[in-house]
């Protein structure tokens, strides 16, 4: 059994200052509890510790983004280690490319309930000093990334930890220029947005599943697999590709309750049919292959 991922270092050592206004683009300051711009606009940070910055003009829908429950499951099947392989590769990625000084500026854009920002956070303890933006269009995910981290500061400057805020990636609440690094971790990634946050020289660190990727379940779940799209090999504009690597691995489940929380993760479980559902609830251990392609792309200097 891999290690747990429940952290108790604090996500920052250093305050995250770079956020913008939502609706103008301007420069924030914290003031206590309030984020605001020179504009006037004001935004509250929750007694939960996160802030709100999705207008309500760039939702699609009520309640965008990942459910309570797939929240919930996900927070599990990360916090039990089984994706510790990939978070170590994401973290050595992002902190060697940290300062001659130590510091790093780091945004994980579709954070979801914050694993990877804890680990990059145990990480890098003592090493590097981080000012770290955790951001995921789920309110839910959010608040569980924000709740988990206050049992850690109970006794600690409220200003130690991350920054959590709801918004979106096609709309950054960052300001420009302001980022060493940007991770997109099975996410959505909008390349002009991420572009313009980062400074010259600064990292986009991706991660996308690859073709055996819980293939086993798959299998289980569905009559037949369609076959893999093509994957672009194109390099988004403004950036240039640093290096692509697969990590792969076999990962072997012996409880239902975990097997249940990694299709409940997935968009699998609302694209199988009852049967295949059916078939996966009947499962009491499963061996899957987890296939994950990790690439650092690099902010060109113009």
Not at 156 to 180: H, K
């Amino acid at each position: 059994m891999f290690s747990t991922s429940l952290s108790s270092t604090p996500l920052s050592s250093t305050p995250f200052s770079a956020l913008a206004c939502p609706l103008d683009g301007d420069p924030m300051r914290r003031e206590g509890q309030t984020w605001r711009c020179a504009a006037g606009h004001s935004y509250d940070i929750a007694r939960q510790g996160y802030t709100h910055l999705l207008p309500v003009q760039h939702k699609r829908s009520r309640d965008p983004g990942d459910s309570k429950a797939m929240v919930a499951a996900r927070q599990r099947f990360l916090n039990a280690g089984h994706y510790q392989p990939v978070a170590d590769a994401v973290a050595r990625a992002v902190l060697a490319h940290r300062s001659t000084s130590g510091s790093l500026c780091c945004l994980d854009a579709g954070c979801g309930e914050g694993y990877y920002l804890r680990q990059l956070a145990d990480a890098g303890a003592g090493e590097a000093s981080l000012s770290l933006l955790g951001l995921d269009i789920s309110k839910w995910a959010v608040l569980c990334a924000a709740k988990q981290e206050r049992v850690f500061l109970r006794n600690a400057d409220e200003t130690a930890g991350g920054t959590w805020v709801v918004a979106s990636n096609a709309n950054l609440p960052v300001q420009s220029n302001s980022l060493d690094c940007v991770m997109c971790l099975f996410g959505f990634p909008v390349y002009p947005e991420f572009v313009r946050v980062l400074k010259p020289g600064g990292l986009l660190i991706q991660a996308d599943v690859g073709p055996e990727h819980l293939r086993e379940l798959r299998e289980i779940i569905y009559p037949s697999l369609k076959p893999e799209r093509e994957r672009s090999d194109a390099t988004p504009e403004g950036l240039t590709l640093r290096d692509s690597q697969s990590i792969r691995y076999s990962l072997s489940l012996h409880e239902s309750g975990a097997i249940a929380d990694l299709l409940a993760m997935t968009p699998h479980l609302y694209r199988a049919s009852a049967e295949g559902r059916a078939s996966a609830e009947a499962l009491d251990s499963l061996t899957v292959t987890v296939d994950v392609r990790l690439t650092r792309f690099q902010r060109l200097a113009n």
